[in-house]
């Protein structure tokens, strides 16, 4: 069971640390290594079942480093990244 479960009177409660988020990430690898066998397999329920809880813990994960005040700031080569993905390109050559 999915370490995001936890019991209504424990929610608010429970320490996240650095120990707590790699459990869940060593969880959303499993199972995105469970959907990928199951899709090659054909099991199409099994992948939607595993495909809500790895969407649950990524969504509790991004809540998780959105509320943190000890997020990286971003780094000075972010700028031109940023601009280089927001430019449009046409016919994969760079819009010329």
Known sequence: MSIVFV???LRG??????ETI???LDEND???RCIT??????????CVQY???LHRNLVYLATIADASPD?????????SNETSVSTP???GNGGA
């Not at 997020?71 to 700028?79: E, K, L, R």
């Open 22 to 24: 790699q459990r869940l």
């Open 51 to 53: 495909q809500q809880i």
């Open 89 to 91: 390109t046409v016919n």
């Open 13 to 18: 409660k429970a320490k996240i640390n650095q």
């Open 30 to 32: 499993q199972l995105v």
């Open 37 to 46: 066998e199951y899709m090659q397999k054909g099991r199409a329920v099994e």
């Open 71 to 79: 997020s990286m700031p971003p780094s000075s080569n972010s700028t």
């Open 7 to 9: 019991p209504k009177k």
